[in-house]
């Protein structure tokens, strides 16, 4: 449902909007992400302000401090809030998202159930796990990710559960997204042994640029929050600033993956 949103999302806005803004020629794609801040802003601000965010820190919270309780209405508001804001162009991933979806949908069962605390964590984390796994096809990776940064211990019953929970996620979305990789990795043979050390030099180059985009990306959310001006309007700031990127670079706009907005990025060439 989230993946389909975000595509249903894309169409409406950049084919709609290429025609609504068409007087602006291909300026029209500074005004869409600006617009999808416009609408995320107040729905995050007056509807579930634990929506906004990465996600994954707001799970961790609240599996630390909060016994595992999310509010609900906390996976419609982050489904809805991070579809228009990578339908219309941020340059967002679906990791986060969709781990605070599923946690949410998690805690809840849990909660509705008044199960014990430690129960809705488990939940908390086997519905972090079908989301990755769901959403990237990916079942091995959400039950280390669920057990490794959610849960952060490797009980028997944890890791049964969780493996269930992924797997069975998995099964589902093959039916939807059948025999689908986010990423594909092509063919490779390693020629000689000189190879490696360059692999390792990639790996510290690699390791350098994550620490440099995490040491930006917290400069630009401290910059954003020392800011005068109303919480529920700054996405629209946001926007307007990915949106002039994506005059130099459509490609910049979605998740990356290769999945989203293929089809307008050729349109707008």
Not at 218 to 241: I, M, N, Q, S, T
Request: proline share 4%.
């Amino acid at each position: 449902l989230f993946r389909n949103l975000i595509h249903w999302i894309e169409d409406l806005a950049f084919d709609g909007g290429a025609e609504a803004f068409s007087f602006l020629g291909e300026y029209y794609i500074v005004i869409i992400p600006a617009l999808g801040g416009l609408l995320v802003g107040p729905l995050v601000y007056f509807f579930a302000r634990e929506a906004k965010g990465h996600g994954v820190p707001e799970v961790m919270i609240a599996v630390a401090k909060n016994g595992g309780r999310i509010r609900a209405r906390v996976a419609a508001v982050k489904t809805l809030a991070s579809a228009i804001t990578i339908g219309t162009g941020g340059s967002v991933g679906r990791e986060g998202p969709i781990v605070q979806i599923g946690a949410t949908v998690g805690s809840t069962i849990g909660q509705r159930l008044r199960l014990p605390e430690d129960w809705i964590k488990t939940l908390v984390a086997c519905g972090a796990a079908g989301g990755i796994s769901a959403t990237f096809n990916a079942p091995i990776a959400g039950v280390f990710f669920a057990l490794e940064v959610i849960l952060g211990s490797f009980s028997t019953r944890n890791f049964s559960v969780v493996v269930v929970s992924s797997v069975v996620a998995a099964a589902v979305s093959h039916a939807f997204f059948p025999n689908e990789a986010n990423l594909v990795v092509p063919e490779y043979k390693l020629e000689s042994a000189l190879e490696l050390p360059f692999y390792g030099v990639l790996g510290i180059l690699a390791a350098f640029t994550g620490i440099a985009f995490v040491i930006v990306l917290y400069f630009f959310e401290d910059a954003f929050d020392r800011l005068r001006f109303p919480e529920y309007l700054k996405p629209v700031l946001g926007g307007l600033c990915v949106g002039a990127l994506g005059l130099y670079s459509t490609d910049l706009f979605g998740v990356g993956y290769g999945d989203d907005l293929d089809q307008v990025h050729k349109e707008l060439r």
